[in-house]
């Protein structure tokens, strides 16, 4: 008999293959269980989920997200899909910076929401931010700021005037970035161009006294 449910790992997060035809709600029950049975398995990890096997709404994402928050410890950072290597990187730098905080910032905090409707979220710590920054709304930090989703609005980082603070976003599409001293503001051009939902992850820092925009890795992050 075929499994509603199959859980299974790769680099950094898990992949969730659900039946495409059993009602939602009974799917969720199971979801449920089988994270329950595997809480000490998996312990605390921080990782990403992939969905695979059937389509799911934003709500019936975000329930899935909460029947996994209810029964297991583990904190998943970001969806993805399992087989886009960008994607993969991204994970791969997220678990590397949250390492990093852990290590040497007992301060840095994580935020879990979006900020819209001219939002201002402000911190003197660095920040891991579970949502979407939407345009008019803002995210400011003394030290460094990672947006686990779209960063459409603005971002100050370095907010004690280091210019060696960065901003990493999922999907970079900002209406203003500072860091330190140093200003960005994208082109006209680049303000109007149409949200895509390919993931294009991407880190802004300061290089030659400018902000630089640039493709997320490991290897980069590893340098700040």
């Known amino acids: 008999m075929k499994e509603a449910v199959v859980i299974k790992s790769f680099p950094?997060?898990?992949a969730l293959r659900l039946d495409a035809e059993l009602p939602f709600d009974k799917l969720l029950e199971v979801i449920g269980y089988k994270f329950s049975e595997a809480r000490g398995f998996f312990g605390n990890a921080t990782m990403a989920l992939s969905?695979?096997?059937r389509r799911v709404s934003d709500a019936e994402e975000l329930c899935i997200l909460d029947a996994i928050s209810e029964n297991s410890d583990l904190h998943i950072i970001c969806l993805v899909g399992q087989d886009g290597e960008t994607e993969k990187k991204f994970v791969k730098a997220?678990?590397?910076m949250e390492n990093k905080f852990a290590e040497e910032e007992k301060d840095g905090q994580f935020y879990r929401g979006s900020l819209k409707n001219r939002d201002v979220?402000?911190?003197e710590n660095s920040i891991i931010m579970l949502g979407d920054v939407h345009p008019g709304s803002a995210v400011i930090s003394a030290k460094n700021i990672i947006v686990l989703g779209g960063l459409y609005g603005e971002a100050y980082a370095g907010?004690?005037?280091r210019e060696g603070a960065f901003v990493a976003a999922l999907e970079m599409l900002p209406e203003r970035i500072k860091i330190g001293d140093f200003k960005y503001r994208p082109n006209?051009?680049?303000a109007k161009k149409v949200l895509q939902p390919k993931v294009r992850p991407k880190i802004a820092y300061v290089k030659n006294e400018r902000i630089i925009l640039d493709t997320l890795t490991k290897d980069?992050?590893?340098t700040f």
């Open 121 to 123: 979220l402000e911190t």
């Open 51 to 53: 969905i695979e096997g």
């Open 159 to 161: 907010g004690n005037g």
């Open 220 to 222: 980069l992050l590893s």
């Open 12 to 14: 950094n997060g898990i």
């Open 188 to 190: 006209s051009k680049q």
């Open 94 to 96: 997220i678990s590397h």
